[in-house]
Each structure stands twice: as structure tokens, then as C-alpha cells.
């Protein structure tokens, strides 16, 4: 009796930060997770983010492992001074990232030394049936025997308390580490900012934001991803190029004028296939997360 040859099918896998990229805009969307283009370029902003968040990286595992505080914060000020020494052309960015993060470590010192640091940029996935939802977690700590999740924003203003109470972020992956049963309780979002501000201390340069949403808010934020995710499940089934005619331009001021594509959007628009743009500026991305089989 002849059996059917069953082959696997790849499971699309979708992030928070590509659910966000395709509601701002589709056809940022496209660039970055169809033709997975990124700026050969990073923007300040870009590289101050991901810096940032390599600096806090290194303080926090060293401080996980070894539960030395002077030891971590002198590695991660060496890895800091050693990017501002081979990098010339953002030194003054990093001089102020290296001021704002020392200063608000120092500023939280008794809060983070109260933290059980249990995982630090660790990557996890939920299998949500016809897609994975990929998610990275900043820190995962315990305090006072609650797990919370800890998330970096470098930002140039802090946000208010109707954005802290919209931002979807903490609450979908609180939602989705429940669903894995990590029972988690709360966070914080930590706002490190580079608007060059004189005045040191909490509320002016940085802030610890705590986050507790309540069990609706946390279902409903997730159910936000699960609606979100649809549409882009069915655009990546699609050729490029019919996925590239079917999406949409945001053309609004507020998103078009810190996009890494604005360029490439307006080549298109006047009718280039944009071919020498892509070559000359952009590069293949390594951001993202593998399919699953």
C-alpha cells in the first residue's frame, strides 16, 4: 500500500516590529521584509538604537553572570569607548549614549541590583497556528517574585501616559509569554533620551516607566497582532512582484520623513524602476527572523 509523500510547508514567521512596519506603511513593508532591503547608510537614530541596546546587552549579561556591578558597567564602557574611538563619524552620538546610559544606571543602581535577571535578549516564538509569532525580550527579570519584562527605548522625547497606555509592545509580549506559560506580571519601558538635555535625573534624561496592564488589555493587544498578521501571511504567498503592485504608499508627512526608503519611494512614484537606487544604497538585511519548516 503506497503512502502520499507529505511535504512540509514553511510556516510564515511575523515579528512585532513587522506588524508595525506594515501598518505605518505597505510598501515600507515590502522593501524591508519582501526585497529585505536595508540602507547600506544606518540613519543616527538607526545606529543609535542598536547600539544602545548591544551597550545594555553586555552590562546586563556580565551583571547576570557575575553579579559584579563595577565589573559590568567597566565592560560596557570599554565596548563603548571602543566604538567611539573606531568611529569617528558618530562620536558625538556615542559620547551621549555612554553619559545618558551611565547616568541612568547609576540613577536605578538599587532597583536593578533587586532584579533576578533571568534572561537578556533572548528570543522566543509562539505558534499561533497558521503563523509563528517571533518576539525578542530586552530583559526578562523577577522583582519581588513577579516576572517582568524589561524594554530599551531610546528615544528624544519620553512618552506620555496615553501613548505608554496605547504602545502595544510590553502588553503582546506579556500576552504571548503567558501563552508559553511564563506567567508574567508587568514591565517597564526604560526611556534613555538624546535630546540633549542639561538637566540630569529621573524625568529628564531617563525613565523607568512601569507597565501593568490589565488581562483585557493584554488580550486585546494581542488580538491586534493576530488581525494584523493576516494580510502580511497572504502577501508573502504572493510572486515579489505582484506583492510590489498590490501594496499601498502611506504618503503621510509624519512616517514619510524618517523612512529609510523615501527615496526609493519617490524613484518608483516617477516611474524608475528603481534599479541603480537599490544597487547604490541599500544592501541585503540580516534583520529578521528564519522561517520555520
Not at 500500500?1 to 505605518?24: A, F, I, R, W, Y
Not at 516564538?125 to 497558521?130: P, Q, T
Not at 509624519?254 to 516611474?271: H, P, Q, T, W
Amino acid at each position: 500500500m503506497s503512502q502520499e509523500l507529505v511535504v512540509p510547508t514553511k510556516k510564515p514567521v511575523v515579528s512585532h516590529s513587522e506588524c508595525d512596519s506594515n501598518t505605518l506603511c505597505e510598501l515600507r513593508h515590502y522593501y524591508s521584509f519582501g526585497e529585505k532591503l536595508t540602507r547600506k547608510s544606518k540613519s543616527v537614530s538607526l545606529e543609535r538604537g542598536i547600539r544602545g541596546h548591544e551597550f545594555m546587552e553586555i552590562f546586563m549579561k556580565t551583571l547576570q553572570e557575575t553579579g559584579d556591578w563595577t565589573r559590568s558597567k567597566d565592560i560596557m564602557n570599554l565596548a563603548i569607548s571602543s566604538q567611539i574611538s573606531a568611529s569617528p563619524k558618530v562620536f558625538e552620538t556615542l559620547t551621549y549614549l555612554l553619559t545618558t546610559i551611565n547616568s541612568f544606571l547609576d540613577w536605578y543602581k538599587d532597583r536593578i541590583l533587586s532584579w533576578d535577571i533571568l534572561e537578556v535578549e533572548k528570543e522566543y516564538r509562539l505558534d499561533c497556528g497558521d503563523f509563528e509569532y517571533a518576539f525578542k525580550i530586552d530583559v526578562l527579570v523577577r522583582e519581588n517574585g513577579r516576572l517582568k519584562v524589561v524594554d530599551w527605548k531610546f528615544v528624544y522625547d519620553f512618552y506620555d501616559d496615553i501613548m505608554c497606555d496605547l504602545a502595544p509592545q510590553i502588553p503582546r509580549y506579556i500576552g504571548a509569554l503567558r501563552a508559553l506559560g511564563i506567567p508574567v506580571f508587568g514591565g517597564y519601558y526604560a526611556f534613555l533620551r538624546y535630546r540633549n538635555i542639561k538637566e540630569d535625573g529621573e524625568g529628564n534624561r531617563y525613565m523607568l516607566r512601569p507597565i501593568n496592564p490589565t488581562t483585557e488589555r493584554v488580550q486585546n493587544s494581542f488580538k491586534d497582532i493576530i488581525r494584523s498578521v493576516e494580510p502580511i501571511v497572504a502577501k508573502k504567498r504572493l510572486p515579489l512582484e505582484v506583492w510590489h503592485q498590490s501594496v499601498r504608499r502611506a504618503a503621510n508627512t509624519m512616517i514619510c520623513k524618517s523612512c529609510s526608503f523615501r527615496d526609493l519611494c519617490v524613484a518608483e512614484l516617477n516611474g524608475s524602476d528603481g534599479k541603480v537606487l537599490r544597487y547604490a544604497e541599500f544592501e541585503a538585511s540580516t534583520y529578521g527572523y528564519s522561517t520555520s519548516e
